[in-house]
């Protein structure tokens, strides 16, 4: 089999992503870019032949929805003061989301028994090494900090839970199942998606600035790495993987 090039628009993107990655984070460029290369030159060993995306309308028509109502909880919660929160609670707020997306899933048919769930040995490695060269940099830092073994376990089952899950299932899953499905070419949806996923993370800010506008490049590149694992492998596990292993530090 033979590796796929990048099309001129994901090139495209790519550039610009780093274009604007190296003015607000110069340290990361490099990785981002080594770790890319990676992606492409292990693309046969990812890759699936044996299983097909499914596409539907309807898993878009089920992105607009969850999205939006992502996007309102998300507001409110930006002027809700979460301290005082019992543990329960807390733990409460990571249920609703995987609740939420499956129940609105539901109106439109879309089941998450729709998705591939596989991850083979080889894609496991594969997505550790991607995530060692993604995140090289931090992985550097965080030998000055004191936290423990432990610490990052539970901070990994927890982003696994969420946000991961409930980001690959909408991100990767419904909005790339539902663009393909409108004949779209896999290069522009996995641009399309990754565009929305890094715009999305400004929600979180109260307070917007060009630094956080261009450092949004950062959320849409690993949106792109997400995606095209994704269309590589057919399945959201592999994606899930990664996600929760780049938020656990």
């Given at each position: 089999?033979?590796?796929?090039?990048?099309?001129?628009m994901?090139?495209?993107?790519?550039?610009?992503?780093?274009?604007?990655?190296?003015?607000?984070?110069?340290?990361?460029?490099?990785?981002?870019i080594?770790?890319?290369?990676?992606?492409?030159?292990?693309?046969?060993q990812?890759?699936?032949?044996?299983?097909e995306?499914k596409?539907?309308?309807?898993?878009?028509?089920?992105?607009?929805?969850?999205?939006?109502v992502?996007?309102?909880?998300?507001?409110i919660?930006?002027?809700?003061?979460?301290?005082?929160?019992?543990?329960?609670?807390?733990?409460?707020?990571?249920?609703?989301?995987?609740?939420?997306?499956i129940?609105?899933?539901?109106?439109?048919?879309?089941?998450?028994n729709?998705?591939?769930?596989?991850?083979?040995?080889?894609?496991?490695?594969?997505?550790?090494?991607?995530?060692?060269?993604?995140?090289?940099?931090?992985?550097v830092?965080?030998?000055?900090?004191?936290?423990?073994?432990?610490?990052?376990i539970?901070n990994?089952?927890?982003k696994?839970?969420?946000?991961?899950?409930?980001?690959?299932?909408?991100?990767?899953?419904?909005?790339?199942?539902?663009?393909?499905?409108?004949?779209?070419?896999?290069?522009?949806?996995?641009?399309?998606?990754?565009?929305?996923?890094?715009?999305v993370?400004?929600?979180?800010?109260?307070?917007?600035?060009?630094?956080i506008?261009?450092?949004?490049?950062?959320?849409?590149?690993?949106?792109?790495?997400?995606?095209?694992i994704?269309?590589?492998?057919?399945?959201?596990?592999?994606?899930?993987?990664?996600h929760?292993?780049?938020?656990?530090i």
């Amino acid at each position: 089999m033979k590796i796929k090039r990048l099309s001129f628009m994901e090139l495209a993107f790519i550039s610009v992503c780093m274009i604007f990655i190296f003015l607000v984070r110069t340290k990361y460029a490099l990785p981002f870019i080594v770790s890319l290369l990676g992606l492409i030159v292990f693309e046969n060993q990812l890759t699936n032949y044996k299983v097909e995306i499914k596409k539907e309308k309807n898993f878009l028509y089920a992105f607009i929805l969850v999205f939006f109502v992502y996007m309102v909880i998300q507001i409110i919660a930006n002027f809700v003061n979460t301290d005082h929160y019992t543990l329960n609670q807390l733990r409460l707020s990571f249920q609703v989301p995987l609740t939420m997306t499956i129940l609105l899933g539901y109106l439109f048919k879309v089941r998450l028994n729709d998705f591939n769930w596989d991850i083979t040995t080889k894609s496991f490695f594969i997505v550790v090494m991607i995530f060692i060269l993604l995140e090289s940099v931090t992985i550097v830092d965080l030998q000055t900090e004191s936290n423990t073994i432990s610490f990052y376990i539970k901070n990994f089952i927890q982003k696994l839970f969420y946000p991961s899950v409930i980001e690959e299932v909408l991100f990767r899953g419904f909005f790339i199942n539902g663009l393909l499905a409108f004949h779209i070419r896999e290069d522009k949806a996995n641009i399309f998606q990754s565009i929305i996923f890094g715009i999305v993370h400004i929600i979180g800010y109260k307070e917007i600035s060009i630094g956080i506008i261009l450092s949004t490049c950062i959320q849409m590149f690993i949106g792109f790495i997400f995606g095209k694992i994704y269309i590589q492998t057919k399945s959201l596990t592999p994606c899930i993987l990664l996600h929760a292993l780049i938020d656990t530090i």
